[in-house]
């Protein structure tokens, strides 16, 4: 059984007092790290205290976003190697709004995707089709192509470690989630384009998260779907109770 995984992404959110007071209050509460993986995605300038903070417990950093490079001549840029240096574990890569507002690529989550493992960082890659897309029937073909992209030249040791984040862009912060059918068969459907170019054994092992308008009345629905391995949560990680309540649905004996 693949074990789940509960991120949360603050996105712009907290201010760094707020941040620490989170990781102090949920870190005596959130189950162990064999039952399910809880990860908090903060901003840049959070990661390195909350690291701290979160130190000895079951809660696992992760960031929003790195460059592909080492080091070097890229100003207001960071490194997968600054971010291993202290501590995190974790990189969102391709989020939705990183796509839209801030012209990130295909071709540039593939980069980071590889930039990832050359750092021993957990990537979680972001896809997912658009309203129109969806209207025009094209969800499941943009979703094949982002998920080709970003994982092409990997090995299947690699894609085994693979976290993939199926985030339909019409149900992030709208309220309007997708049916747990349909997300099913998405990730699904991800895990059989994953199969068209890794090994059968890598493919199970990947775990394909659902994002949009997650909380926790609607959780437990999406985490018994065979298909759905973990939930990237915004809105409802905010707030210690309710980030609470998620990881605890994504616990397994
Ligand atoms: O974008 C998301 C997580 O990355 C989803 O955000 P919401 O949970 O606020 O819809």
Redesign the pocket.
């Known amino acids: 059984m693949r074990k789940k995984v509960i991120a949360g992404?603050w996105?712009m959110n907290k201010l760094l007092n707020e941040a620490e007071d989170f990781v102090t209050d949920v870190k005596g509460d959130v189950p162990s790290f064999d039952q399910v993986e809880t990860v908090v995605v903060a901003p840049f300038t959070h990661l390195h205290p909350l690291v701290q903070k979160a130190a000895g417990s079951d809660v696992k950093i992760g960031a929003q976003n790195m460059y592909h490079e080492d080091n070097g001549a890229f100003t207001g840029e960071v490194s997968p190697e600054m971010l291993k240096d202290i501590g995190v574990d974790y990189v969102?890569l391709g989020?939705?709004?990183r796509r839209e507002l801030f012209a990130e690529t295909d071709e540039s989550v593939n980069k980071k995707v590889h930039a990832s493992f050359k750092h021993n960082l957990t990537p979680i890659v972001?896809v997912g089709e658009s309203d129109e897309q969806r209207e025009a029937d094209q969800a499941s073909e943009v979703v094949e192509a982002q998920v080709k992209k970003a994982l092409e030249g990997l090995t299947n040791e690699q894609v085994q470690d693979v976290i993939i984040?199926y985030?339909p862009i019409w149900?992030?912060?709208?309220g309007k989630t997708a049916t747990a059918e349909d997300a099913n068969a998405m990730c699904a459907h991800i895990r059989n384009v994953v199969k068209s170019f890794a090994n059968e054994e890598a493919a199970n092992q990947l775990r394909v998260q659902y994002?949009?308008?997650?909380?926790p009345a609607n959780v437990e629905e999406l985490l018994g779907q065979s298909d759905i391995d973990g939930a990237?949560?915004?809105?409802?990680?905010l707030k210690a109770d309710s980030f609470l309540q998620l990881v605890e649905a994504g616990k397994h004996e």
Do not use: D, F, M, Y
């Open positions: 992404n996105k969102v989020h939705s709004e972001c984040a985030e149900a992030i912060g709208t994002g949009g308008s997650v909380k990237l949560v915004g809105g409802a990680s």
